[in-house]
């Protein structure tokens, strides 16, 4: 039987780069996929476009993960953004930046990254075996000695467990790592969803439904208090909210109603504006269009679909005369252009979920070298670890990052 010296379980960015960098240095390495082909789940990032990464530096990129962030510094020390841009370079993949400094391939196309990616693993002289699922590890005192997939065993010096999270499990990741975390003694940090939609109680959101808002802030309100805002970008869908912003806070939100907490959402419409300026303006509208109807004073503030909204939800008639709106309709239509409320109800499955909060426990991981601390030969990259971070191709960096640490140091672990 063939013993390799790197196995690596799970094709996505985190174990393509993982095993290329493996059998790039050398090692005998095979790269195990559940499905019939590598990066299914990476064909589908940005929309299609593949959001690669971001030029954000080191300590605000760090921030991005939250409290867990900290673990990867030695990954992005080792293979950071730049690295990632020349590595892609190199395979011909050139790149543009976007707003938010967001990094995407040139041509926009996120198979083409994937069959780039596939192809240097080839190159690198990896071994790819497709439909492959890898149902349990095989450990001996301590250390790792391989994998088996249904009846047949796979021996090896060391293993690198990169299977992603269990959001999107139609492109494979369905959580079966943690279960082979688990099966060796790694403790898995309760995984729920990330970057998920959320769902409003009421029709106001369903009423709005494809409707795209820009550049308005979000504040979340969590048992009554202000406790995380946002700018940017959302979008109203038939069950609530989602879109960049909406998708940012979630995290948040999904732990505080796990803790059954009350949560709102407040949106400013006009965050370029405080109260008095606001307020200024609307007099100024008021008195310029004075004879005509309220929903024309509108216009000039309000994408149009939320127009009739706003007059049901103010209580004034969109056909009053501008002319004959009182002080206090002025100051309710004002305080709600600042704050339009929604109760949150819940949150999509896990299975819409962008990506996936919680998973191998990072103090039983080595962040220098992403290996366990409980298994000899046990490596861990990507999302199956307890850290995620916000929309922005963070996510991908670090799938890429802790697959290229893992793999250079499964080559260098000293040979049993
Ligand atoms: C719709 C969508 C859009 C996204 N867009 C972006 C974006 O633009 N930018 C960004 O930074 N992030 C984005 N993400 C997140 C990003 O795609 C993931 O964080 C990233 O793919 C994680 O990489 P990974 O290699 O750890 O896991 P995955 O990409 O999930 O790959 C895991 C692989 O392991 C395989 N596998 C699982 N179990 C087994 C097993 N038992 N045996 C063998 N193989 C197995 C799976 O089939 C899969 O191929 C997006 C996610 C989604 C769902």
New binding site residues.
């Given amino acids: 039987m063939t013993k390799y010296h790197t196995i690596v379980?799970?094709?996505?960015?985190?174990?393509?780069?993982a095993a290329g960098q493996a059998a790039g240095l050398g090692a005998n390495t095979v790269l195990?996929?559940?499905?019939t082909a590598?990066?299914?789940?990476?064909r589908?990032?940005?929309?299609g476009?593949?959001?690669?990464?971001?030029i954000a530096p080191l300590p605000e990129f760090i921030e991005h993960f939250g409290e867990n962030g900290r673990f990867l510094r030695q990954a992005f020390n080792k293979f950071f953004s730049p690295d990632l841009v020349d590595f892609l370079k190199e395979m011909e993949v050139t790149i543009m930046t976007e707003r938010g400094g967001?990094v995407?391939p040139e041509n926009e196309d996120?198979q083409a990254v994937t069959d780039a990616m596939i192809q240097w693993v080839k190159l690198q002289g990896v071994s790819i075996r497709t439909k492959?699922?890898?149902?349990k590890l095989l450990v001996d005192h301590d250390s790792i000695m391989g994998?088996r997939?249904g009846d047949n065993e796979l021996h090896a010096d060391t293993v690198i467990i990169?299977?992603?999270?269990m959001?999107?499990p139609a492109?494979?990741?369905?959580?079966?790592?943690y279960r082979?975390a688990q099966s060796v003694g790694h403790t898995v940090v309760p995984v729920r969803p990330a970057?998920v939609p959320l769902i409003t109680a009421g029709s106001v959101a369903p009423r709005l439904q494809g409707l795209s808002l820009k550049n308005i802030r979000v504040r979340v309100y969590i048992d009554g208090k202000k406790r995380l805002e946002d700018f940017g970008e959302m979008l109203f869908t038939h069950f609530g909210l989602s879109g960049p912003i909406i998708l940012t806070l979630s995290g948040a939100i999904v732990d505080a109603m796990r803790e059954k907490k009350n949560v709102s959402l407040s949106i400013d419409l006009k965050p370029a504006l405080d109260e008095s300026k606001l307020d200024a303006r609307l007099l100024r509208d008021l008195d310029t269009y004075g004879k005509r109807q309220f929903h024309t004073l509108l216009k000039g503030l309000l994408p149009k679909k939320l127009i009739p909204v706003c007059c049901d939800l103010i209580g004034i008639s969109s056909e009053k005369i501008n002319n004959q709106i009182s002080a206090a309709e002025r100051r309710k239509l004002r305080a709600w252009l600042k704050d339009f409320r929604f109760d949150i109800n819940g949150h999509r499955q896990i299975k819409e979920?962008?990506?996936?909060a919680g998973g191998v426990d990072i103090r039983e991981v080595n962040p220098r070298t992403m290996e366990s601390l409980l298994i000899k030969g046990l490596f861990f990259?990507?999302?199956?670890?307890d850290v995620?971070?916000d929309?922005?191709?963070?996510?991908?960096?670090?799938?890429f990052s802790?697959?290229w640490l893992a793999g250079q140091s499964a080559v260098h672990l000293k040979k049993r």
């Fill in positions: 379980v799970g094709g996505g960015p985190a174990g393509m780069m195990l996929e559940k499905e590598p990066g299914r789940k990476l589908i990032t940005g929309k476009r593949c959001n690669l990464t971001n967001r995407f996120a492959s699922p890898v149902g994998v997939i990169a299977t992603g999270g959001s999107y492109t494979g990741s369905t959580g079966d790592g082979l970057l979920a962008i990506v996936t990259a990507g999302e199956v670890l995620n971070g929309t922005g191709g963070y996510n991908l960096q670090a799938a802790t697959g």
